[in-house]
């Protein structure tokens, strides 16, 4: 078990490590005041600065964006390849060249100053700047060797004529040896560098990994999932799993408390990132007003792509009842040590909610369902349906919390077999019907409240479309509520993965409670618990599930990606050391021997 949630957190955090580069404005200032500075330390070095200084660099700056906005035509229908990426590479391209010339003007100060010099590490820069863009055009960008080699050399070799005081690029590359063979060892080195890293994916996969960083970029930079989904359809395996929903039916609505047993994931736009704002959608058409829980499952149960979504969804249609009623227990709490157990007997199916906080805690563990399932199933339950609350976000369970829970589910079902059944009413409303702007932390399935009168008493039970949430919200909103006209009984989210990766915060996903307060919250979910009390109405039961056969993307998957990104990880280490190495080594030569 453990071995397979390290896997899925490496993954995860490779996520986090993603950027979100500057907006466009900026980007063009840094690469129109790098530019500008190695024309002019250039020019300087070789003339006097004068008028002419300025048309020079005029000419050179339209030359640096109309070369960008070639390349762009070249690399048409690439998702990468936006002009404020190219700007941004032809940045960074400058400050490599600066770099070089700067470095080597430094290096020249305790050897003896000649006009050679300039010119030799301005040639050397040269070189380094299409090892650096081979390195990036190789590992991001889509397309054929040919635009890939035209996309590297084409700006370096229109910007140099302006930069180089001769006017044939072939006698200056002849005249200075030492710089030209330091350089094109330099952008050998590259291209043998990425030729090793694209190798690893292609031994442990079948897929090379540089051809895997261009599918994750896409779906995550460009929100265009469609190759990675295509590698990843490739290679799931079939597996099946399983929704149940519990219908609340009155006068008034037919409530579903959904739980899937398919994983939100990975992350947005990829696979069932968004599954819980689907399943809202198809019960919400189909008459019903959901509240969608996260059922026990891990990234192993991700739907690799739309189609198997869109699979996965149609199969709602296939819903059966497998027991019906009209009674429902009063609620039933138990803990044993960290864990709690919440649980509801409707008829003879048990609804056990399950929790470790204010303890953090990931994804429970799948086989702890077919335990808990067992156990139920032993105290006389015909079914017994989970929820994973995934309400304090933290690290995976311990083997402690793990047989925590189970004698913990047992505690709770042993004392629920001793309470009595009684006619209910329920009530329930969404965030949606207020009309508020909520934060990015809650996803496009929103909020939702529902309300249980159960003998007379009543209790409060909130969703909220998250992935997790911060530590303690749970008790802060548990105790605000505790005297209210209908308590608190359980926050629970639904793991949604619409913002997983798309942040800087270290665990790669955006909690409930980060963009909206506490304080807010309460109001939103008082609101919702006011309209929920004004539509209580007498209600039964039908416990419905459906079996469905989909494509999954499974632990094995999990971690051979896993190994693949350790491995090219380490090799990219390795070799960038080493060629930044050598490249300064190469700077040090051209400045002894030029």
């Known amino acids: 078990m453990q071995v397979h949630r390290d896997s899925k957190s490496r993954i995860a955090r490779r996520y986090q490590n993603l950027f ?17 500075f190695l024309f002019i330390t250039s020019y300087s070095l070789l003339y006097k600065l004068d008028i002419s200084a300025l048309m020079g660099l005029i000419i050179f700056e339209a030359v640096i964006f109309v070369s960008i906005m070639i390349e762009q035509i070249v690399l048409m229908g690439n998702p990468l390849a936006t002009f404020r990426r190219l700007v941004l590479i032809s ?21 003896s100053i000649y006009h050679e010099n300039y010119i030799s590490f301005l040639l050397l820069g040269f070189f380094y700047v299409i090892a650096f863009r081979l390195l990036v055009v190789g590992s991001i960008f889509y397309g054929n060797l040919l635009k890939k080699a035209f996309i590297t050399l084409f700006q370096p070799i229109i910007l140099a004529p302006i930069l180089f005081p001769i006017s044939s690029f072939t006698e200056i590359t002849t005249i200075y040896a030492v710089p030209t063979l330091s350089g094109v060892i330099i952008v050998t080195l590259v291209a043998f560098y990425l030729f090793f890293v694209n190798r690893t994916g292609v031994k442990l996969m079948g897929t090379g990994s540089l051809e895997l960083l261009r599918a994750f970029l896409s779906a995550w930079a460009a929100n265009d999932p469609e190759f990675i989904e295509e590698f990843l359809d490739k290679i799931s395996s079939q597996e099946k799993v399983r929704v149940n929903a519990i219908v609340l039916d009155s006068k008034n609505m037919k409530i579903a408390l959904v739980i899937p047993e398919v994983h939100p994931g990975p992350f947005h736009p990829i696979g069932s990132s968004n599954l819980p704002f689907h399943l809202q959608n198809w019960f919400s058409s189909n008459g019903f007003s959901p509240m969608i829980f ?37 609620p039933v709490t138990a803990k044993v040590g960290k864990a709690t157990a919440t649980c509801f007997a409707f008829g003879e199916t048990a609804l056990i909610m399950l929790t470790l906080s204010p303890f953090g805690m990931e994804d429970l563990p799948l086989d702890l369902k077919q335990k808990i399932e067992d156990l ?5 339950y015909k079914h017994a349906v989970i929820i994973d609350t995934h309400n304090s976000q933290g690290n995976a369970i311990s083997k402690e919390d793990y047989d925590e829970f189970i004698k913990c589910a047992e505690k709770a079902l042993t004392n629920l077999k ?15 019907e207020l009309n508020l702007r909520l934060g990015n932390d809650i996803g496009p399935a929103g909020l939702n409240v529902l309300v249980l009168e159960i003998n ?22 548990l105790t605000n509520f505790k005297d209210s006209s209908a308590p608190i009984l359980e926050l629970c989210t639904s793991d949604t993965h619409v913002t997983a990766g798309k942040t800087s915060s270290s665990k790669g996903y955006i909690s409930l409670g980060e963009r909206t307060g506490s304080k807010e919250l309460s109001e939103v979910i008082k609101a919702l618990i006011d309209k929920s ?14 079996d469905s056969s989909v494509k999954v993307i499974g632990m094995n998957l ?30 040090f030569l051209t400045g002894i021997f030029v």
């Open 20 to 36: 979100t580069l500057p907006t466009v404005k900026v980007a063009v200032v840094l690469a129109v005041v790098t530019s500008a």
């Open 91 to 111: 940045f960074f391209s400058y400050l490599v060249w600066l770099f070089a010339l700067i470095f080597g003007l430094l290096l020249s100060i305790p050897l």
């Open 418 to 432: 001793s309470v009595n059944q009684h006619n209910f009413r329920v009530g329930f409303a969404h965030s949606l």
């Open 533 to 546: 009390l004004e539509r209580l109405t007498s209600a039964n039961f039908q416990v419905n599930c459906v």
């Open 456 to 477: 007379d008493k009543k209790y409060s039970i909130v969703a909220a479309d998250s992935n997790n949430s911060i530590t303690g919200l749970r008790e802060e909103l």
């Open 376 to 380: 139920a199933l032993k105290l006389g």
């Open 558 to 587: 999990i971690d051979n990606l896993s190994k693949v990104l350790d491995k090219s990880l380490s090799l990219v280490k390795k070799g960038g050391l080493i060629i930044v190495v050598l490249s300064i080594l190469f700077m």
């Open 294 to 330: 996260h059922g026990i499952s891990g990234h192993e149960l991700n739907l690799p792509s739309k189609k198997e979504v869109d699979r996965f969804i149609s199969s709602l249609k296939n819903l059966k009842t497998i027991a019906s009623g009209k009674t429902c227990s009063v």
